[in-house]
C-alpha cells in the first residue's frame, strides 16, 4: 500500500491479489474504539467502512465478497456491537443494490467466537439477499 495516500477512517483502497485466489483485496480502515466506550461517531464510521468495501467490490465487477470482523482486534470495537453495524450495512446494501454485481456476501473471520457471533446476526441475510 505504500503506492497509495494512507485512508481515513471509513475508507478503502481496492489492489490486485497477486498470487491469492482472490482477484483483488479491499483494505479499509474501521474505527479505533477509545476507553472501551463506542460512540455514535464509531458506529458510523464501522457503518462506512462497511458500505465502502461492498461498493468498491461492485465497482471492480467483483462477485462475491468476504468481510470479516472489522475493527474487533486491536481496534477494540466490541464484537457483537460490530457484527450487528456489519450484518445491518450488509442488509441494506442487498435491500438497495438490485444492480450490483455482487451475489455473495460472506461474513467470515479468523477468530471463531466472532465467526459465531456473525452467524448469529447474520441468519436472515441469506433469505433476504436478492440482487
Given at each position: 500500500?505504500?503506492?497509495?495516500?494512507?485512508?481515513k477512517?471509513?475508507q478503502?483502497?481496492?489492489?490486485d491479489?497477486?498470487?491469492?485466489s482472490?482477484?483483488?483485496?479491499?483494505?479499509?480502515?474501521?474505527?479505533?474504539?477509545?476507553?472501551g466506550?463506542?460512540?455514535?461517531q464509531d458506529?458510523?464510521?464501522l457503518?462506512?467502512?462497511?458500505?465502502a468495501?461492498?461498493?468498491?467490490?461492485?465497482?471492480?465487477?467483483?462477485?462475491?465478497?468476504?468481510i470479516p470482523?472489522?475493527s474487533?482486534?486491536?481496534f477494540?470495537?466490541?464484537v457483537?456491537?460490530a457484527c450487528?453495524?456489519?450484518?445491518?450495512?450488509?442488509?441494506?446494501?442487498?435491500?438497495?443494490?438490485?444492480?450490483?454485481?455482487?451475489?455473495?456476501?460472506?461474513?467470515?473471520?479468523i477468530?471463531q467466537?466472532k465467526?459465531?457471533?456473525?452467524?448469529q446476526?447474520?441468519?436472515?441475510?441469506?433469505?433476504?439477499w436478492?440482487?
Open positions: 500500500m505504500a503506492s497509495h495516500p494512507a485512508l477512517t471509513g478503502c483502497v481496492v489492489m491479489g497477486h498470487n491469492l482472490a482477484k483483488h483485496v479491499i483494505h479499509t480502515v474501521g474505527p479505533r474504539v477509545r476507553g466506550r463506542v460512540t455514535s458506529e458510523s464510521d457503518a462506512a467502512a462497511v458500505s468495501v461492498l461498493s468498491a467490490a461492485a465497482g471492480a465487477g467483483a462477485v462475491s465478497i468476504a470482523c472489522i474487533t482486534g486491536i477494540g470495537f466490541p457483537q456491537s450487528d453495524i456489519i450484518v445491518r450495512v450488509c442488509r441494506e446494501y442487498c435491500a438497495c443494490s438490485q444492480d450490483t454485481s455482487l451475489r455473495s456476501i460472506l461474513l467470515i473471520d477468530d467466537s465467526v459465531d457471533a456473525l452467524r446476526e447474520e441468519g436472515s441475510l441469506r433469505v433476504n436478492q440482487p
